[in-house]
Nanobody
């Protein structure tokens, strides 16, 4: 079965950095578009970054220049490097996988990122 497991969240001070990881079990990774989404308390889930099978990336305006999404196809893993974090980045971050030619989406359980002094 397809499973997505996130890790790397935690508490960090403003201006600090974290790297999130998402390991995908199953055979879909190499052909799937991968993304990171986040949901803050009282807000709807929003796209943070997306990376295609070929490595093309899309970022939310709020994180451009600070966050970097990447993938390691040999390890079935997608990463989100987060630098210059601010309190507005506080949210639960979710890993997402979407295989081509289908509307099916797979989600991880989420990992909490808290940016606070």
């Amino acid at each position: 079965q397809v499973q997505l497991v996130e890790s790397g969240g935690g508490l960090v001070q403003p201006g600090g950095s974290l790297r999130l990881s998402c390991i995908v079990s199953g055979s879909i990774f190499s052909r799937a578009t991968m993304g990171w989404y986040r949901q803050a308390p009282g807000k709807q889930r929003e796209l943070v970054a997306r990376i295609s099978r070929g490595g093309n990336t899309v970022y939310a305006d709020s994180v451009k220049g600070r966050f970097t999404i990447s993938r390691d196809n040999a390890k079935n893993t997608v990463y989100l490097q987060m630098n210059s974090l601010n309190p507005e980045d506080t949210a639960v971050y979710y890993c997402n996988a979407q295989p081509p030619m289908t509307s099916t989406n797979y989600w991880g359980q989420g990992t909490q990122v808290t940016v606070s002094a």
